[in-house]
C-alpha cells in the first residue's frame, strides 16, 4: 500500500500564504508524475496544478500566477507554494502521484481562506 504523507493545510486570511507538502515514498517518486488536485464542498475534484517527471509544469487558469509546484528529489516531496490566497480557494487539497500504469491519492488536507 503506498501513503501520500500531505500536510500544510490551515486556516489562513485573504491575501496570505500556504505552503502544501507531499511525501512520496522513494521507490516511486523519480518515475511520477505528479500534481495537486482541490476539491470544494459540492463541487468536483478539479486539477491545480501538475508537474511532469520530465517537461514544464501546467497550471488552472484560476491559480497561474499566485501558486507554484515543486519537486525536491532529494526529500521525495512535492510542494504547492500558495500565494494571495482567496477565498475561492477553500477546498480540500490532494496530492496525486501516477507512476507508469498506476495513480494514488493522498488523504486531503483542508484550506480555508477567511477574515
Known amino acids: 500500500q503506498v501513503q501520500l504523507v500531505e500536510s500544510g493545510g490551515g486556516l489562513v486570511q485573504p491575501g496570505g500564504s500556504l505552503r502544501l507538502s507531499c511525501v512520496v515514498p522513494g521507490n516511486i517518486f523519480s518515475i511520477s508524475n505528479m500534481g495537486w488536485y482541490r476539491q470544494a464542498p459540492g463541487k468536483q475534484r478539479d486539477l491545480v496544478a501538475a508537474i511532469p517527471r520530465t517537461g514544464s509544469t501546467h497550471y488552472a487558469d484560476s491559480v497561474k500566477g499566485r501558486f507554484t509546484i515543486s519537486r525536491d528529489n532529494a526529500k521525495n516531496t512535492m510542494y504547492l507554494q500558495m500565494n494571495s490566497l482567496k477565498p475561492e480557494d477553500t477546498a480540500v487539497y490532494y496530492c496525486?502521484?501516477?507512476?507508469?500504469?498506476?495513480?494514488?491519492w493522498g488523504r486531503g488536507t483542508q484550506v480555508t481562506v477567511s477574515s
Open positions: 496525486n502521484v501516477n507512476p507508469p500504469a498506476r495513480q494514488y
